[in-house]
């Protein structure tokens, strides 16, 4: 694996499920967009990526079709998060005024050779000099501002779009962690099937999502918060508005939350003894959008005896800790998964 060169234009990527960040070495974020493209179906051309593009879900014409291409963390479809890639790499390439890039792009833990490559060819075909991987919990931690380096234990939980990835880190490496496929967009789907069960009302997946961000606890509030909606009734099939409250949300979202925190408890369960210890006194971070989620820090610290932060802008920690592996590569290549050119 050759080193990068430091005079070079670099780039770290958080290649989510959901949301896909770019940070530029010196410039710190640069772009954040949905994972989202809108492709021609005749031409094959696209159409829009990105926030243009997922204004679009669910309401295209035969023509075009609009999808999310990644899926639990890795590709989904080719061809679609190629072109979207490509797309967005020219944007920040115009910008920015870099040639070809050289590429960290964070990835989940438990991704298989086959899915590496495919994330690596996708980022050449897209225009990348060389590509890199790094572990998303790792990144993650590093983007948390924890010294992963260092031979003490840190357990970071990073709640993603399709996967939640819970890690003990010690001395540049993941020593026990856990990748599930309950994260983001698995809570979106609950509060629809909740809503569809016990209110009779279908919403789609951005109304989920929002309903999510505006009421979402893990835990009751200390003041309900309730919102109107609107959907379509299920028995007729004709719009209606209906209320829903915070503790509406709560209940629909305790499966997956659940889940979640059961991870969570296995993973320190495997955790040898000394990391443990360490993980005590240092407490649990968590990153990813998931962590923003009302009371859910105060859960985890409930049901584990731990206590436990919300890391410093933890939707952008993965492009960050990418962005500082580039930073400090020399250091940090250790971490690194492996490289291509």
């Keep these: 694996m050759r080193l990068l060169d430091f005079s070079s234009k670099d780039i770290g990527i958080d290649l989510g499920t ?31 990526t990105g926030k243009e593009a997922k204004e679009m879900l669910g309401r295209t014409p035969e023509n075009i079709r609009a999808v999310r291409p990644m899926k639990d963390g890795v590709i989904a479809d080719y061809t679609g998060t190629g072109l979207m890639l490509k797309n967005m790499l020219r944007k920040v390439c115009q910008k920015y005024n870099v040639g070809k890039p050289r590429v960290v792009v964070g990835v989940p833990s438990g991704i298989t050779e086959v899915e590496e490559r495919a994330v690596q060819e996708a980022f050449l075909q897209a225009g990348a000099k060389e590509v890199y991987l790094i572990e998303e919990p790792m990144a993650a931690a590093i983007g948390a501002g924890l010294n992963v380096l260092e031979a003490n234990g840190k357990m970071i939980v990073d709640i993603g779009g399709g996967t939640t990835e819970v890690a003990v880190i010690s001395l540049g490496g993941i020593v026990v962690s856990t990748s599930i496929k309950t994260a983001g967009n698995a809570i979106d789907e609950s509060i629809i099937a909740y809503l ?24 009751p509030l200390v003041t309900e918060i309730t919102k109107e909606i609107r959907g379509r009734d299920v028995d007729i099939g004709l719009p209606k508005n209906i209320e829903i409250s915070s503790k509406h949300i709560e209940t629909a979202m305790e499966k997956p939350i659940s889940e979640i925190i059961e991870a969570i408890i296995n993973t320190l369960s495997m955790t040898p003894p000394e990391l443990a210890s360490d993980i005590l006194q240092n407490g649990i971070y968590l990153s990813g959008g998931g962590a923003l989620i009302r009371n859910l820090d105060n859960l985890v610290m409930m049901k584990t005896g731990v206590k436990t932060f919300v890391a410093d802008s933890p939707l952008e920690c993965v492009a960050i800790g990418a962005g500082k592996t580039l930073e400090n590569f020399e250091k940090m290549k250790k971490i690194i998964l492996r490289g291509r050119a």
Excluded: H, W, Y
């Design 18 to 48: 959901a949301n896909i960040l770019i940070t530029l070495k010196g410039k710190g974020i640069i772009l954040r967009e949905p994972a989202v493209v809108a492709i021609d179906n005749g031409s094959g051309d696209i159409v829009a």
């Design 196 to 219: 569809k069960r016990k209110e009779n009302i279908v919403i789609g997946q951005a109304a989920a999502e929002n309903l999510k961000l505006e009421l979402g606890c893990a835990m």
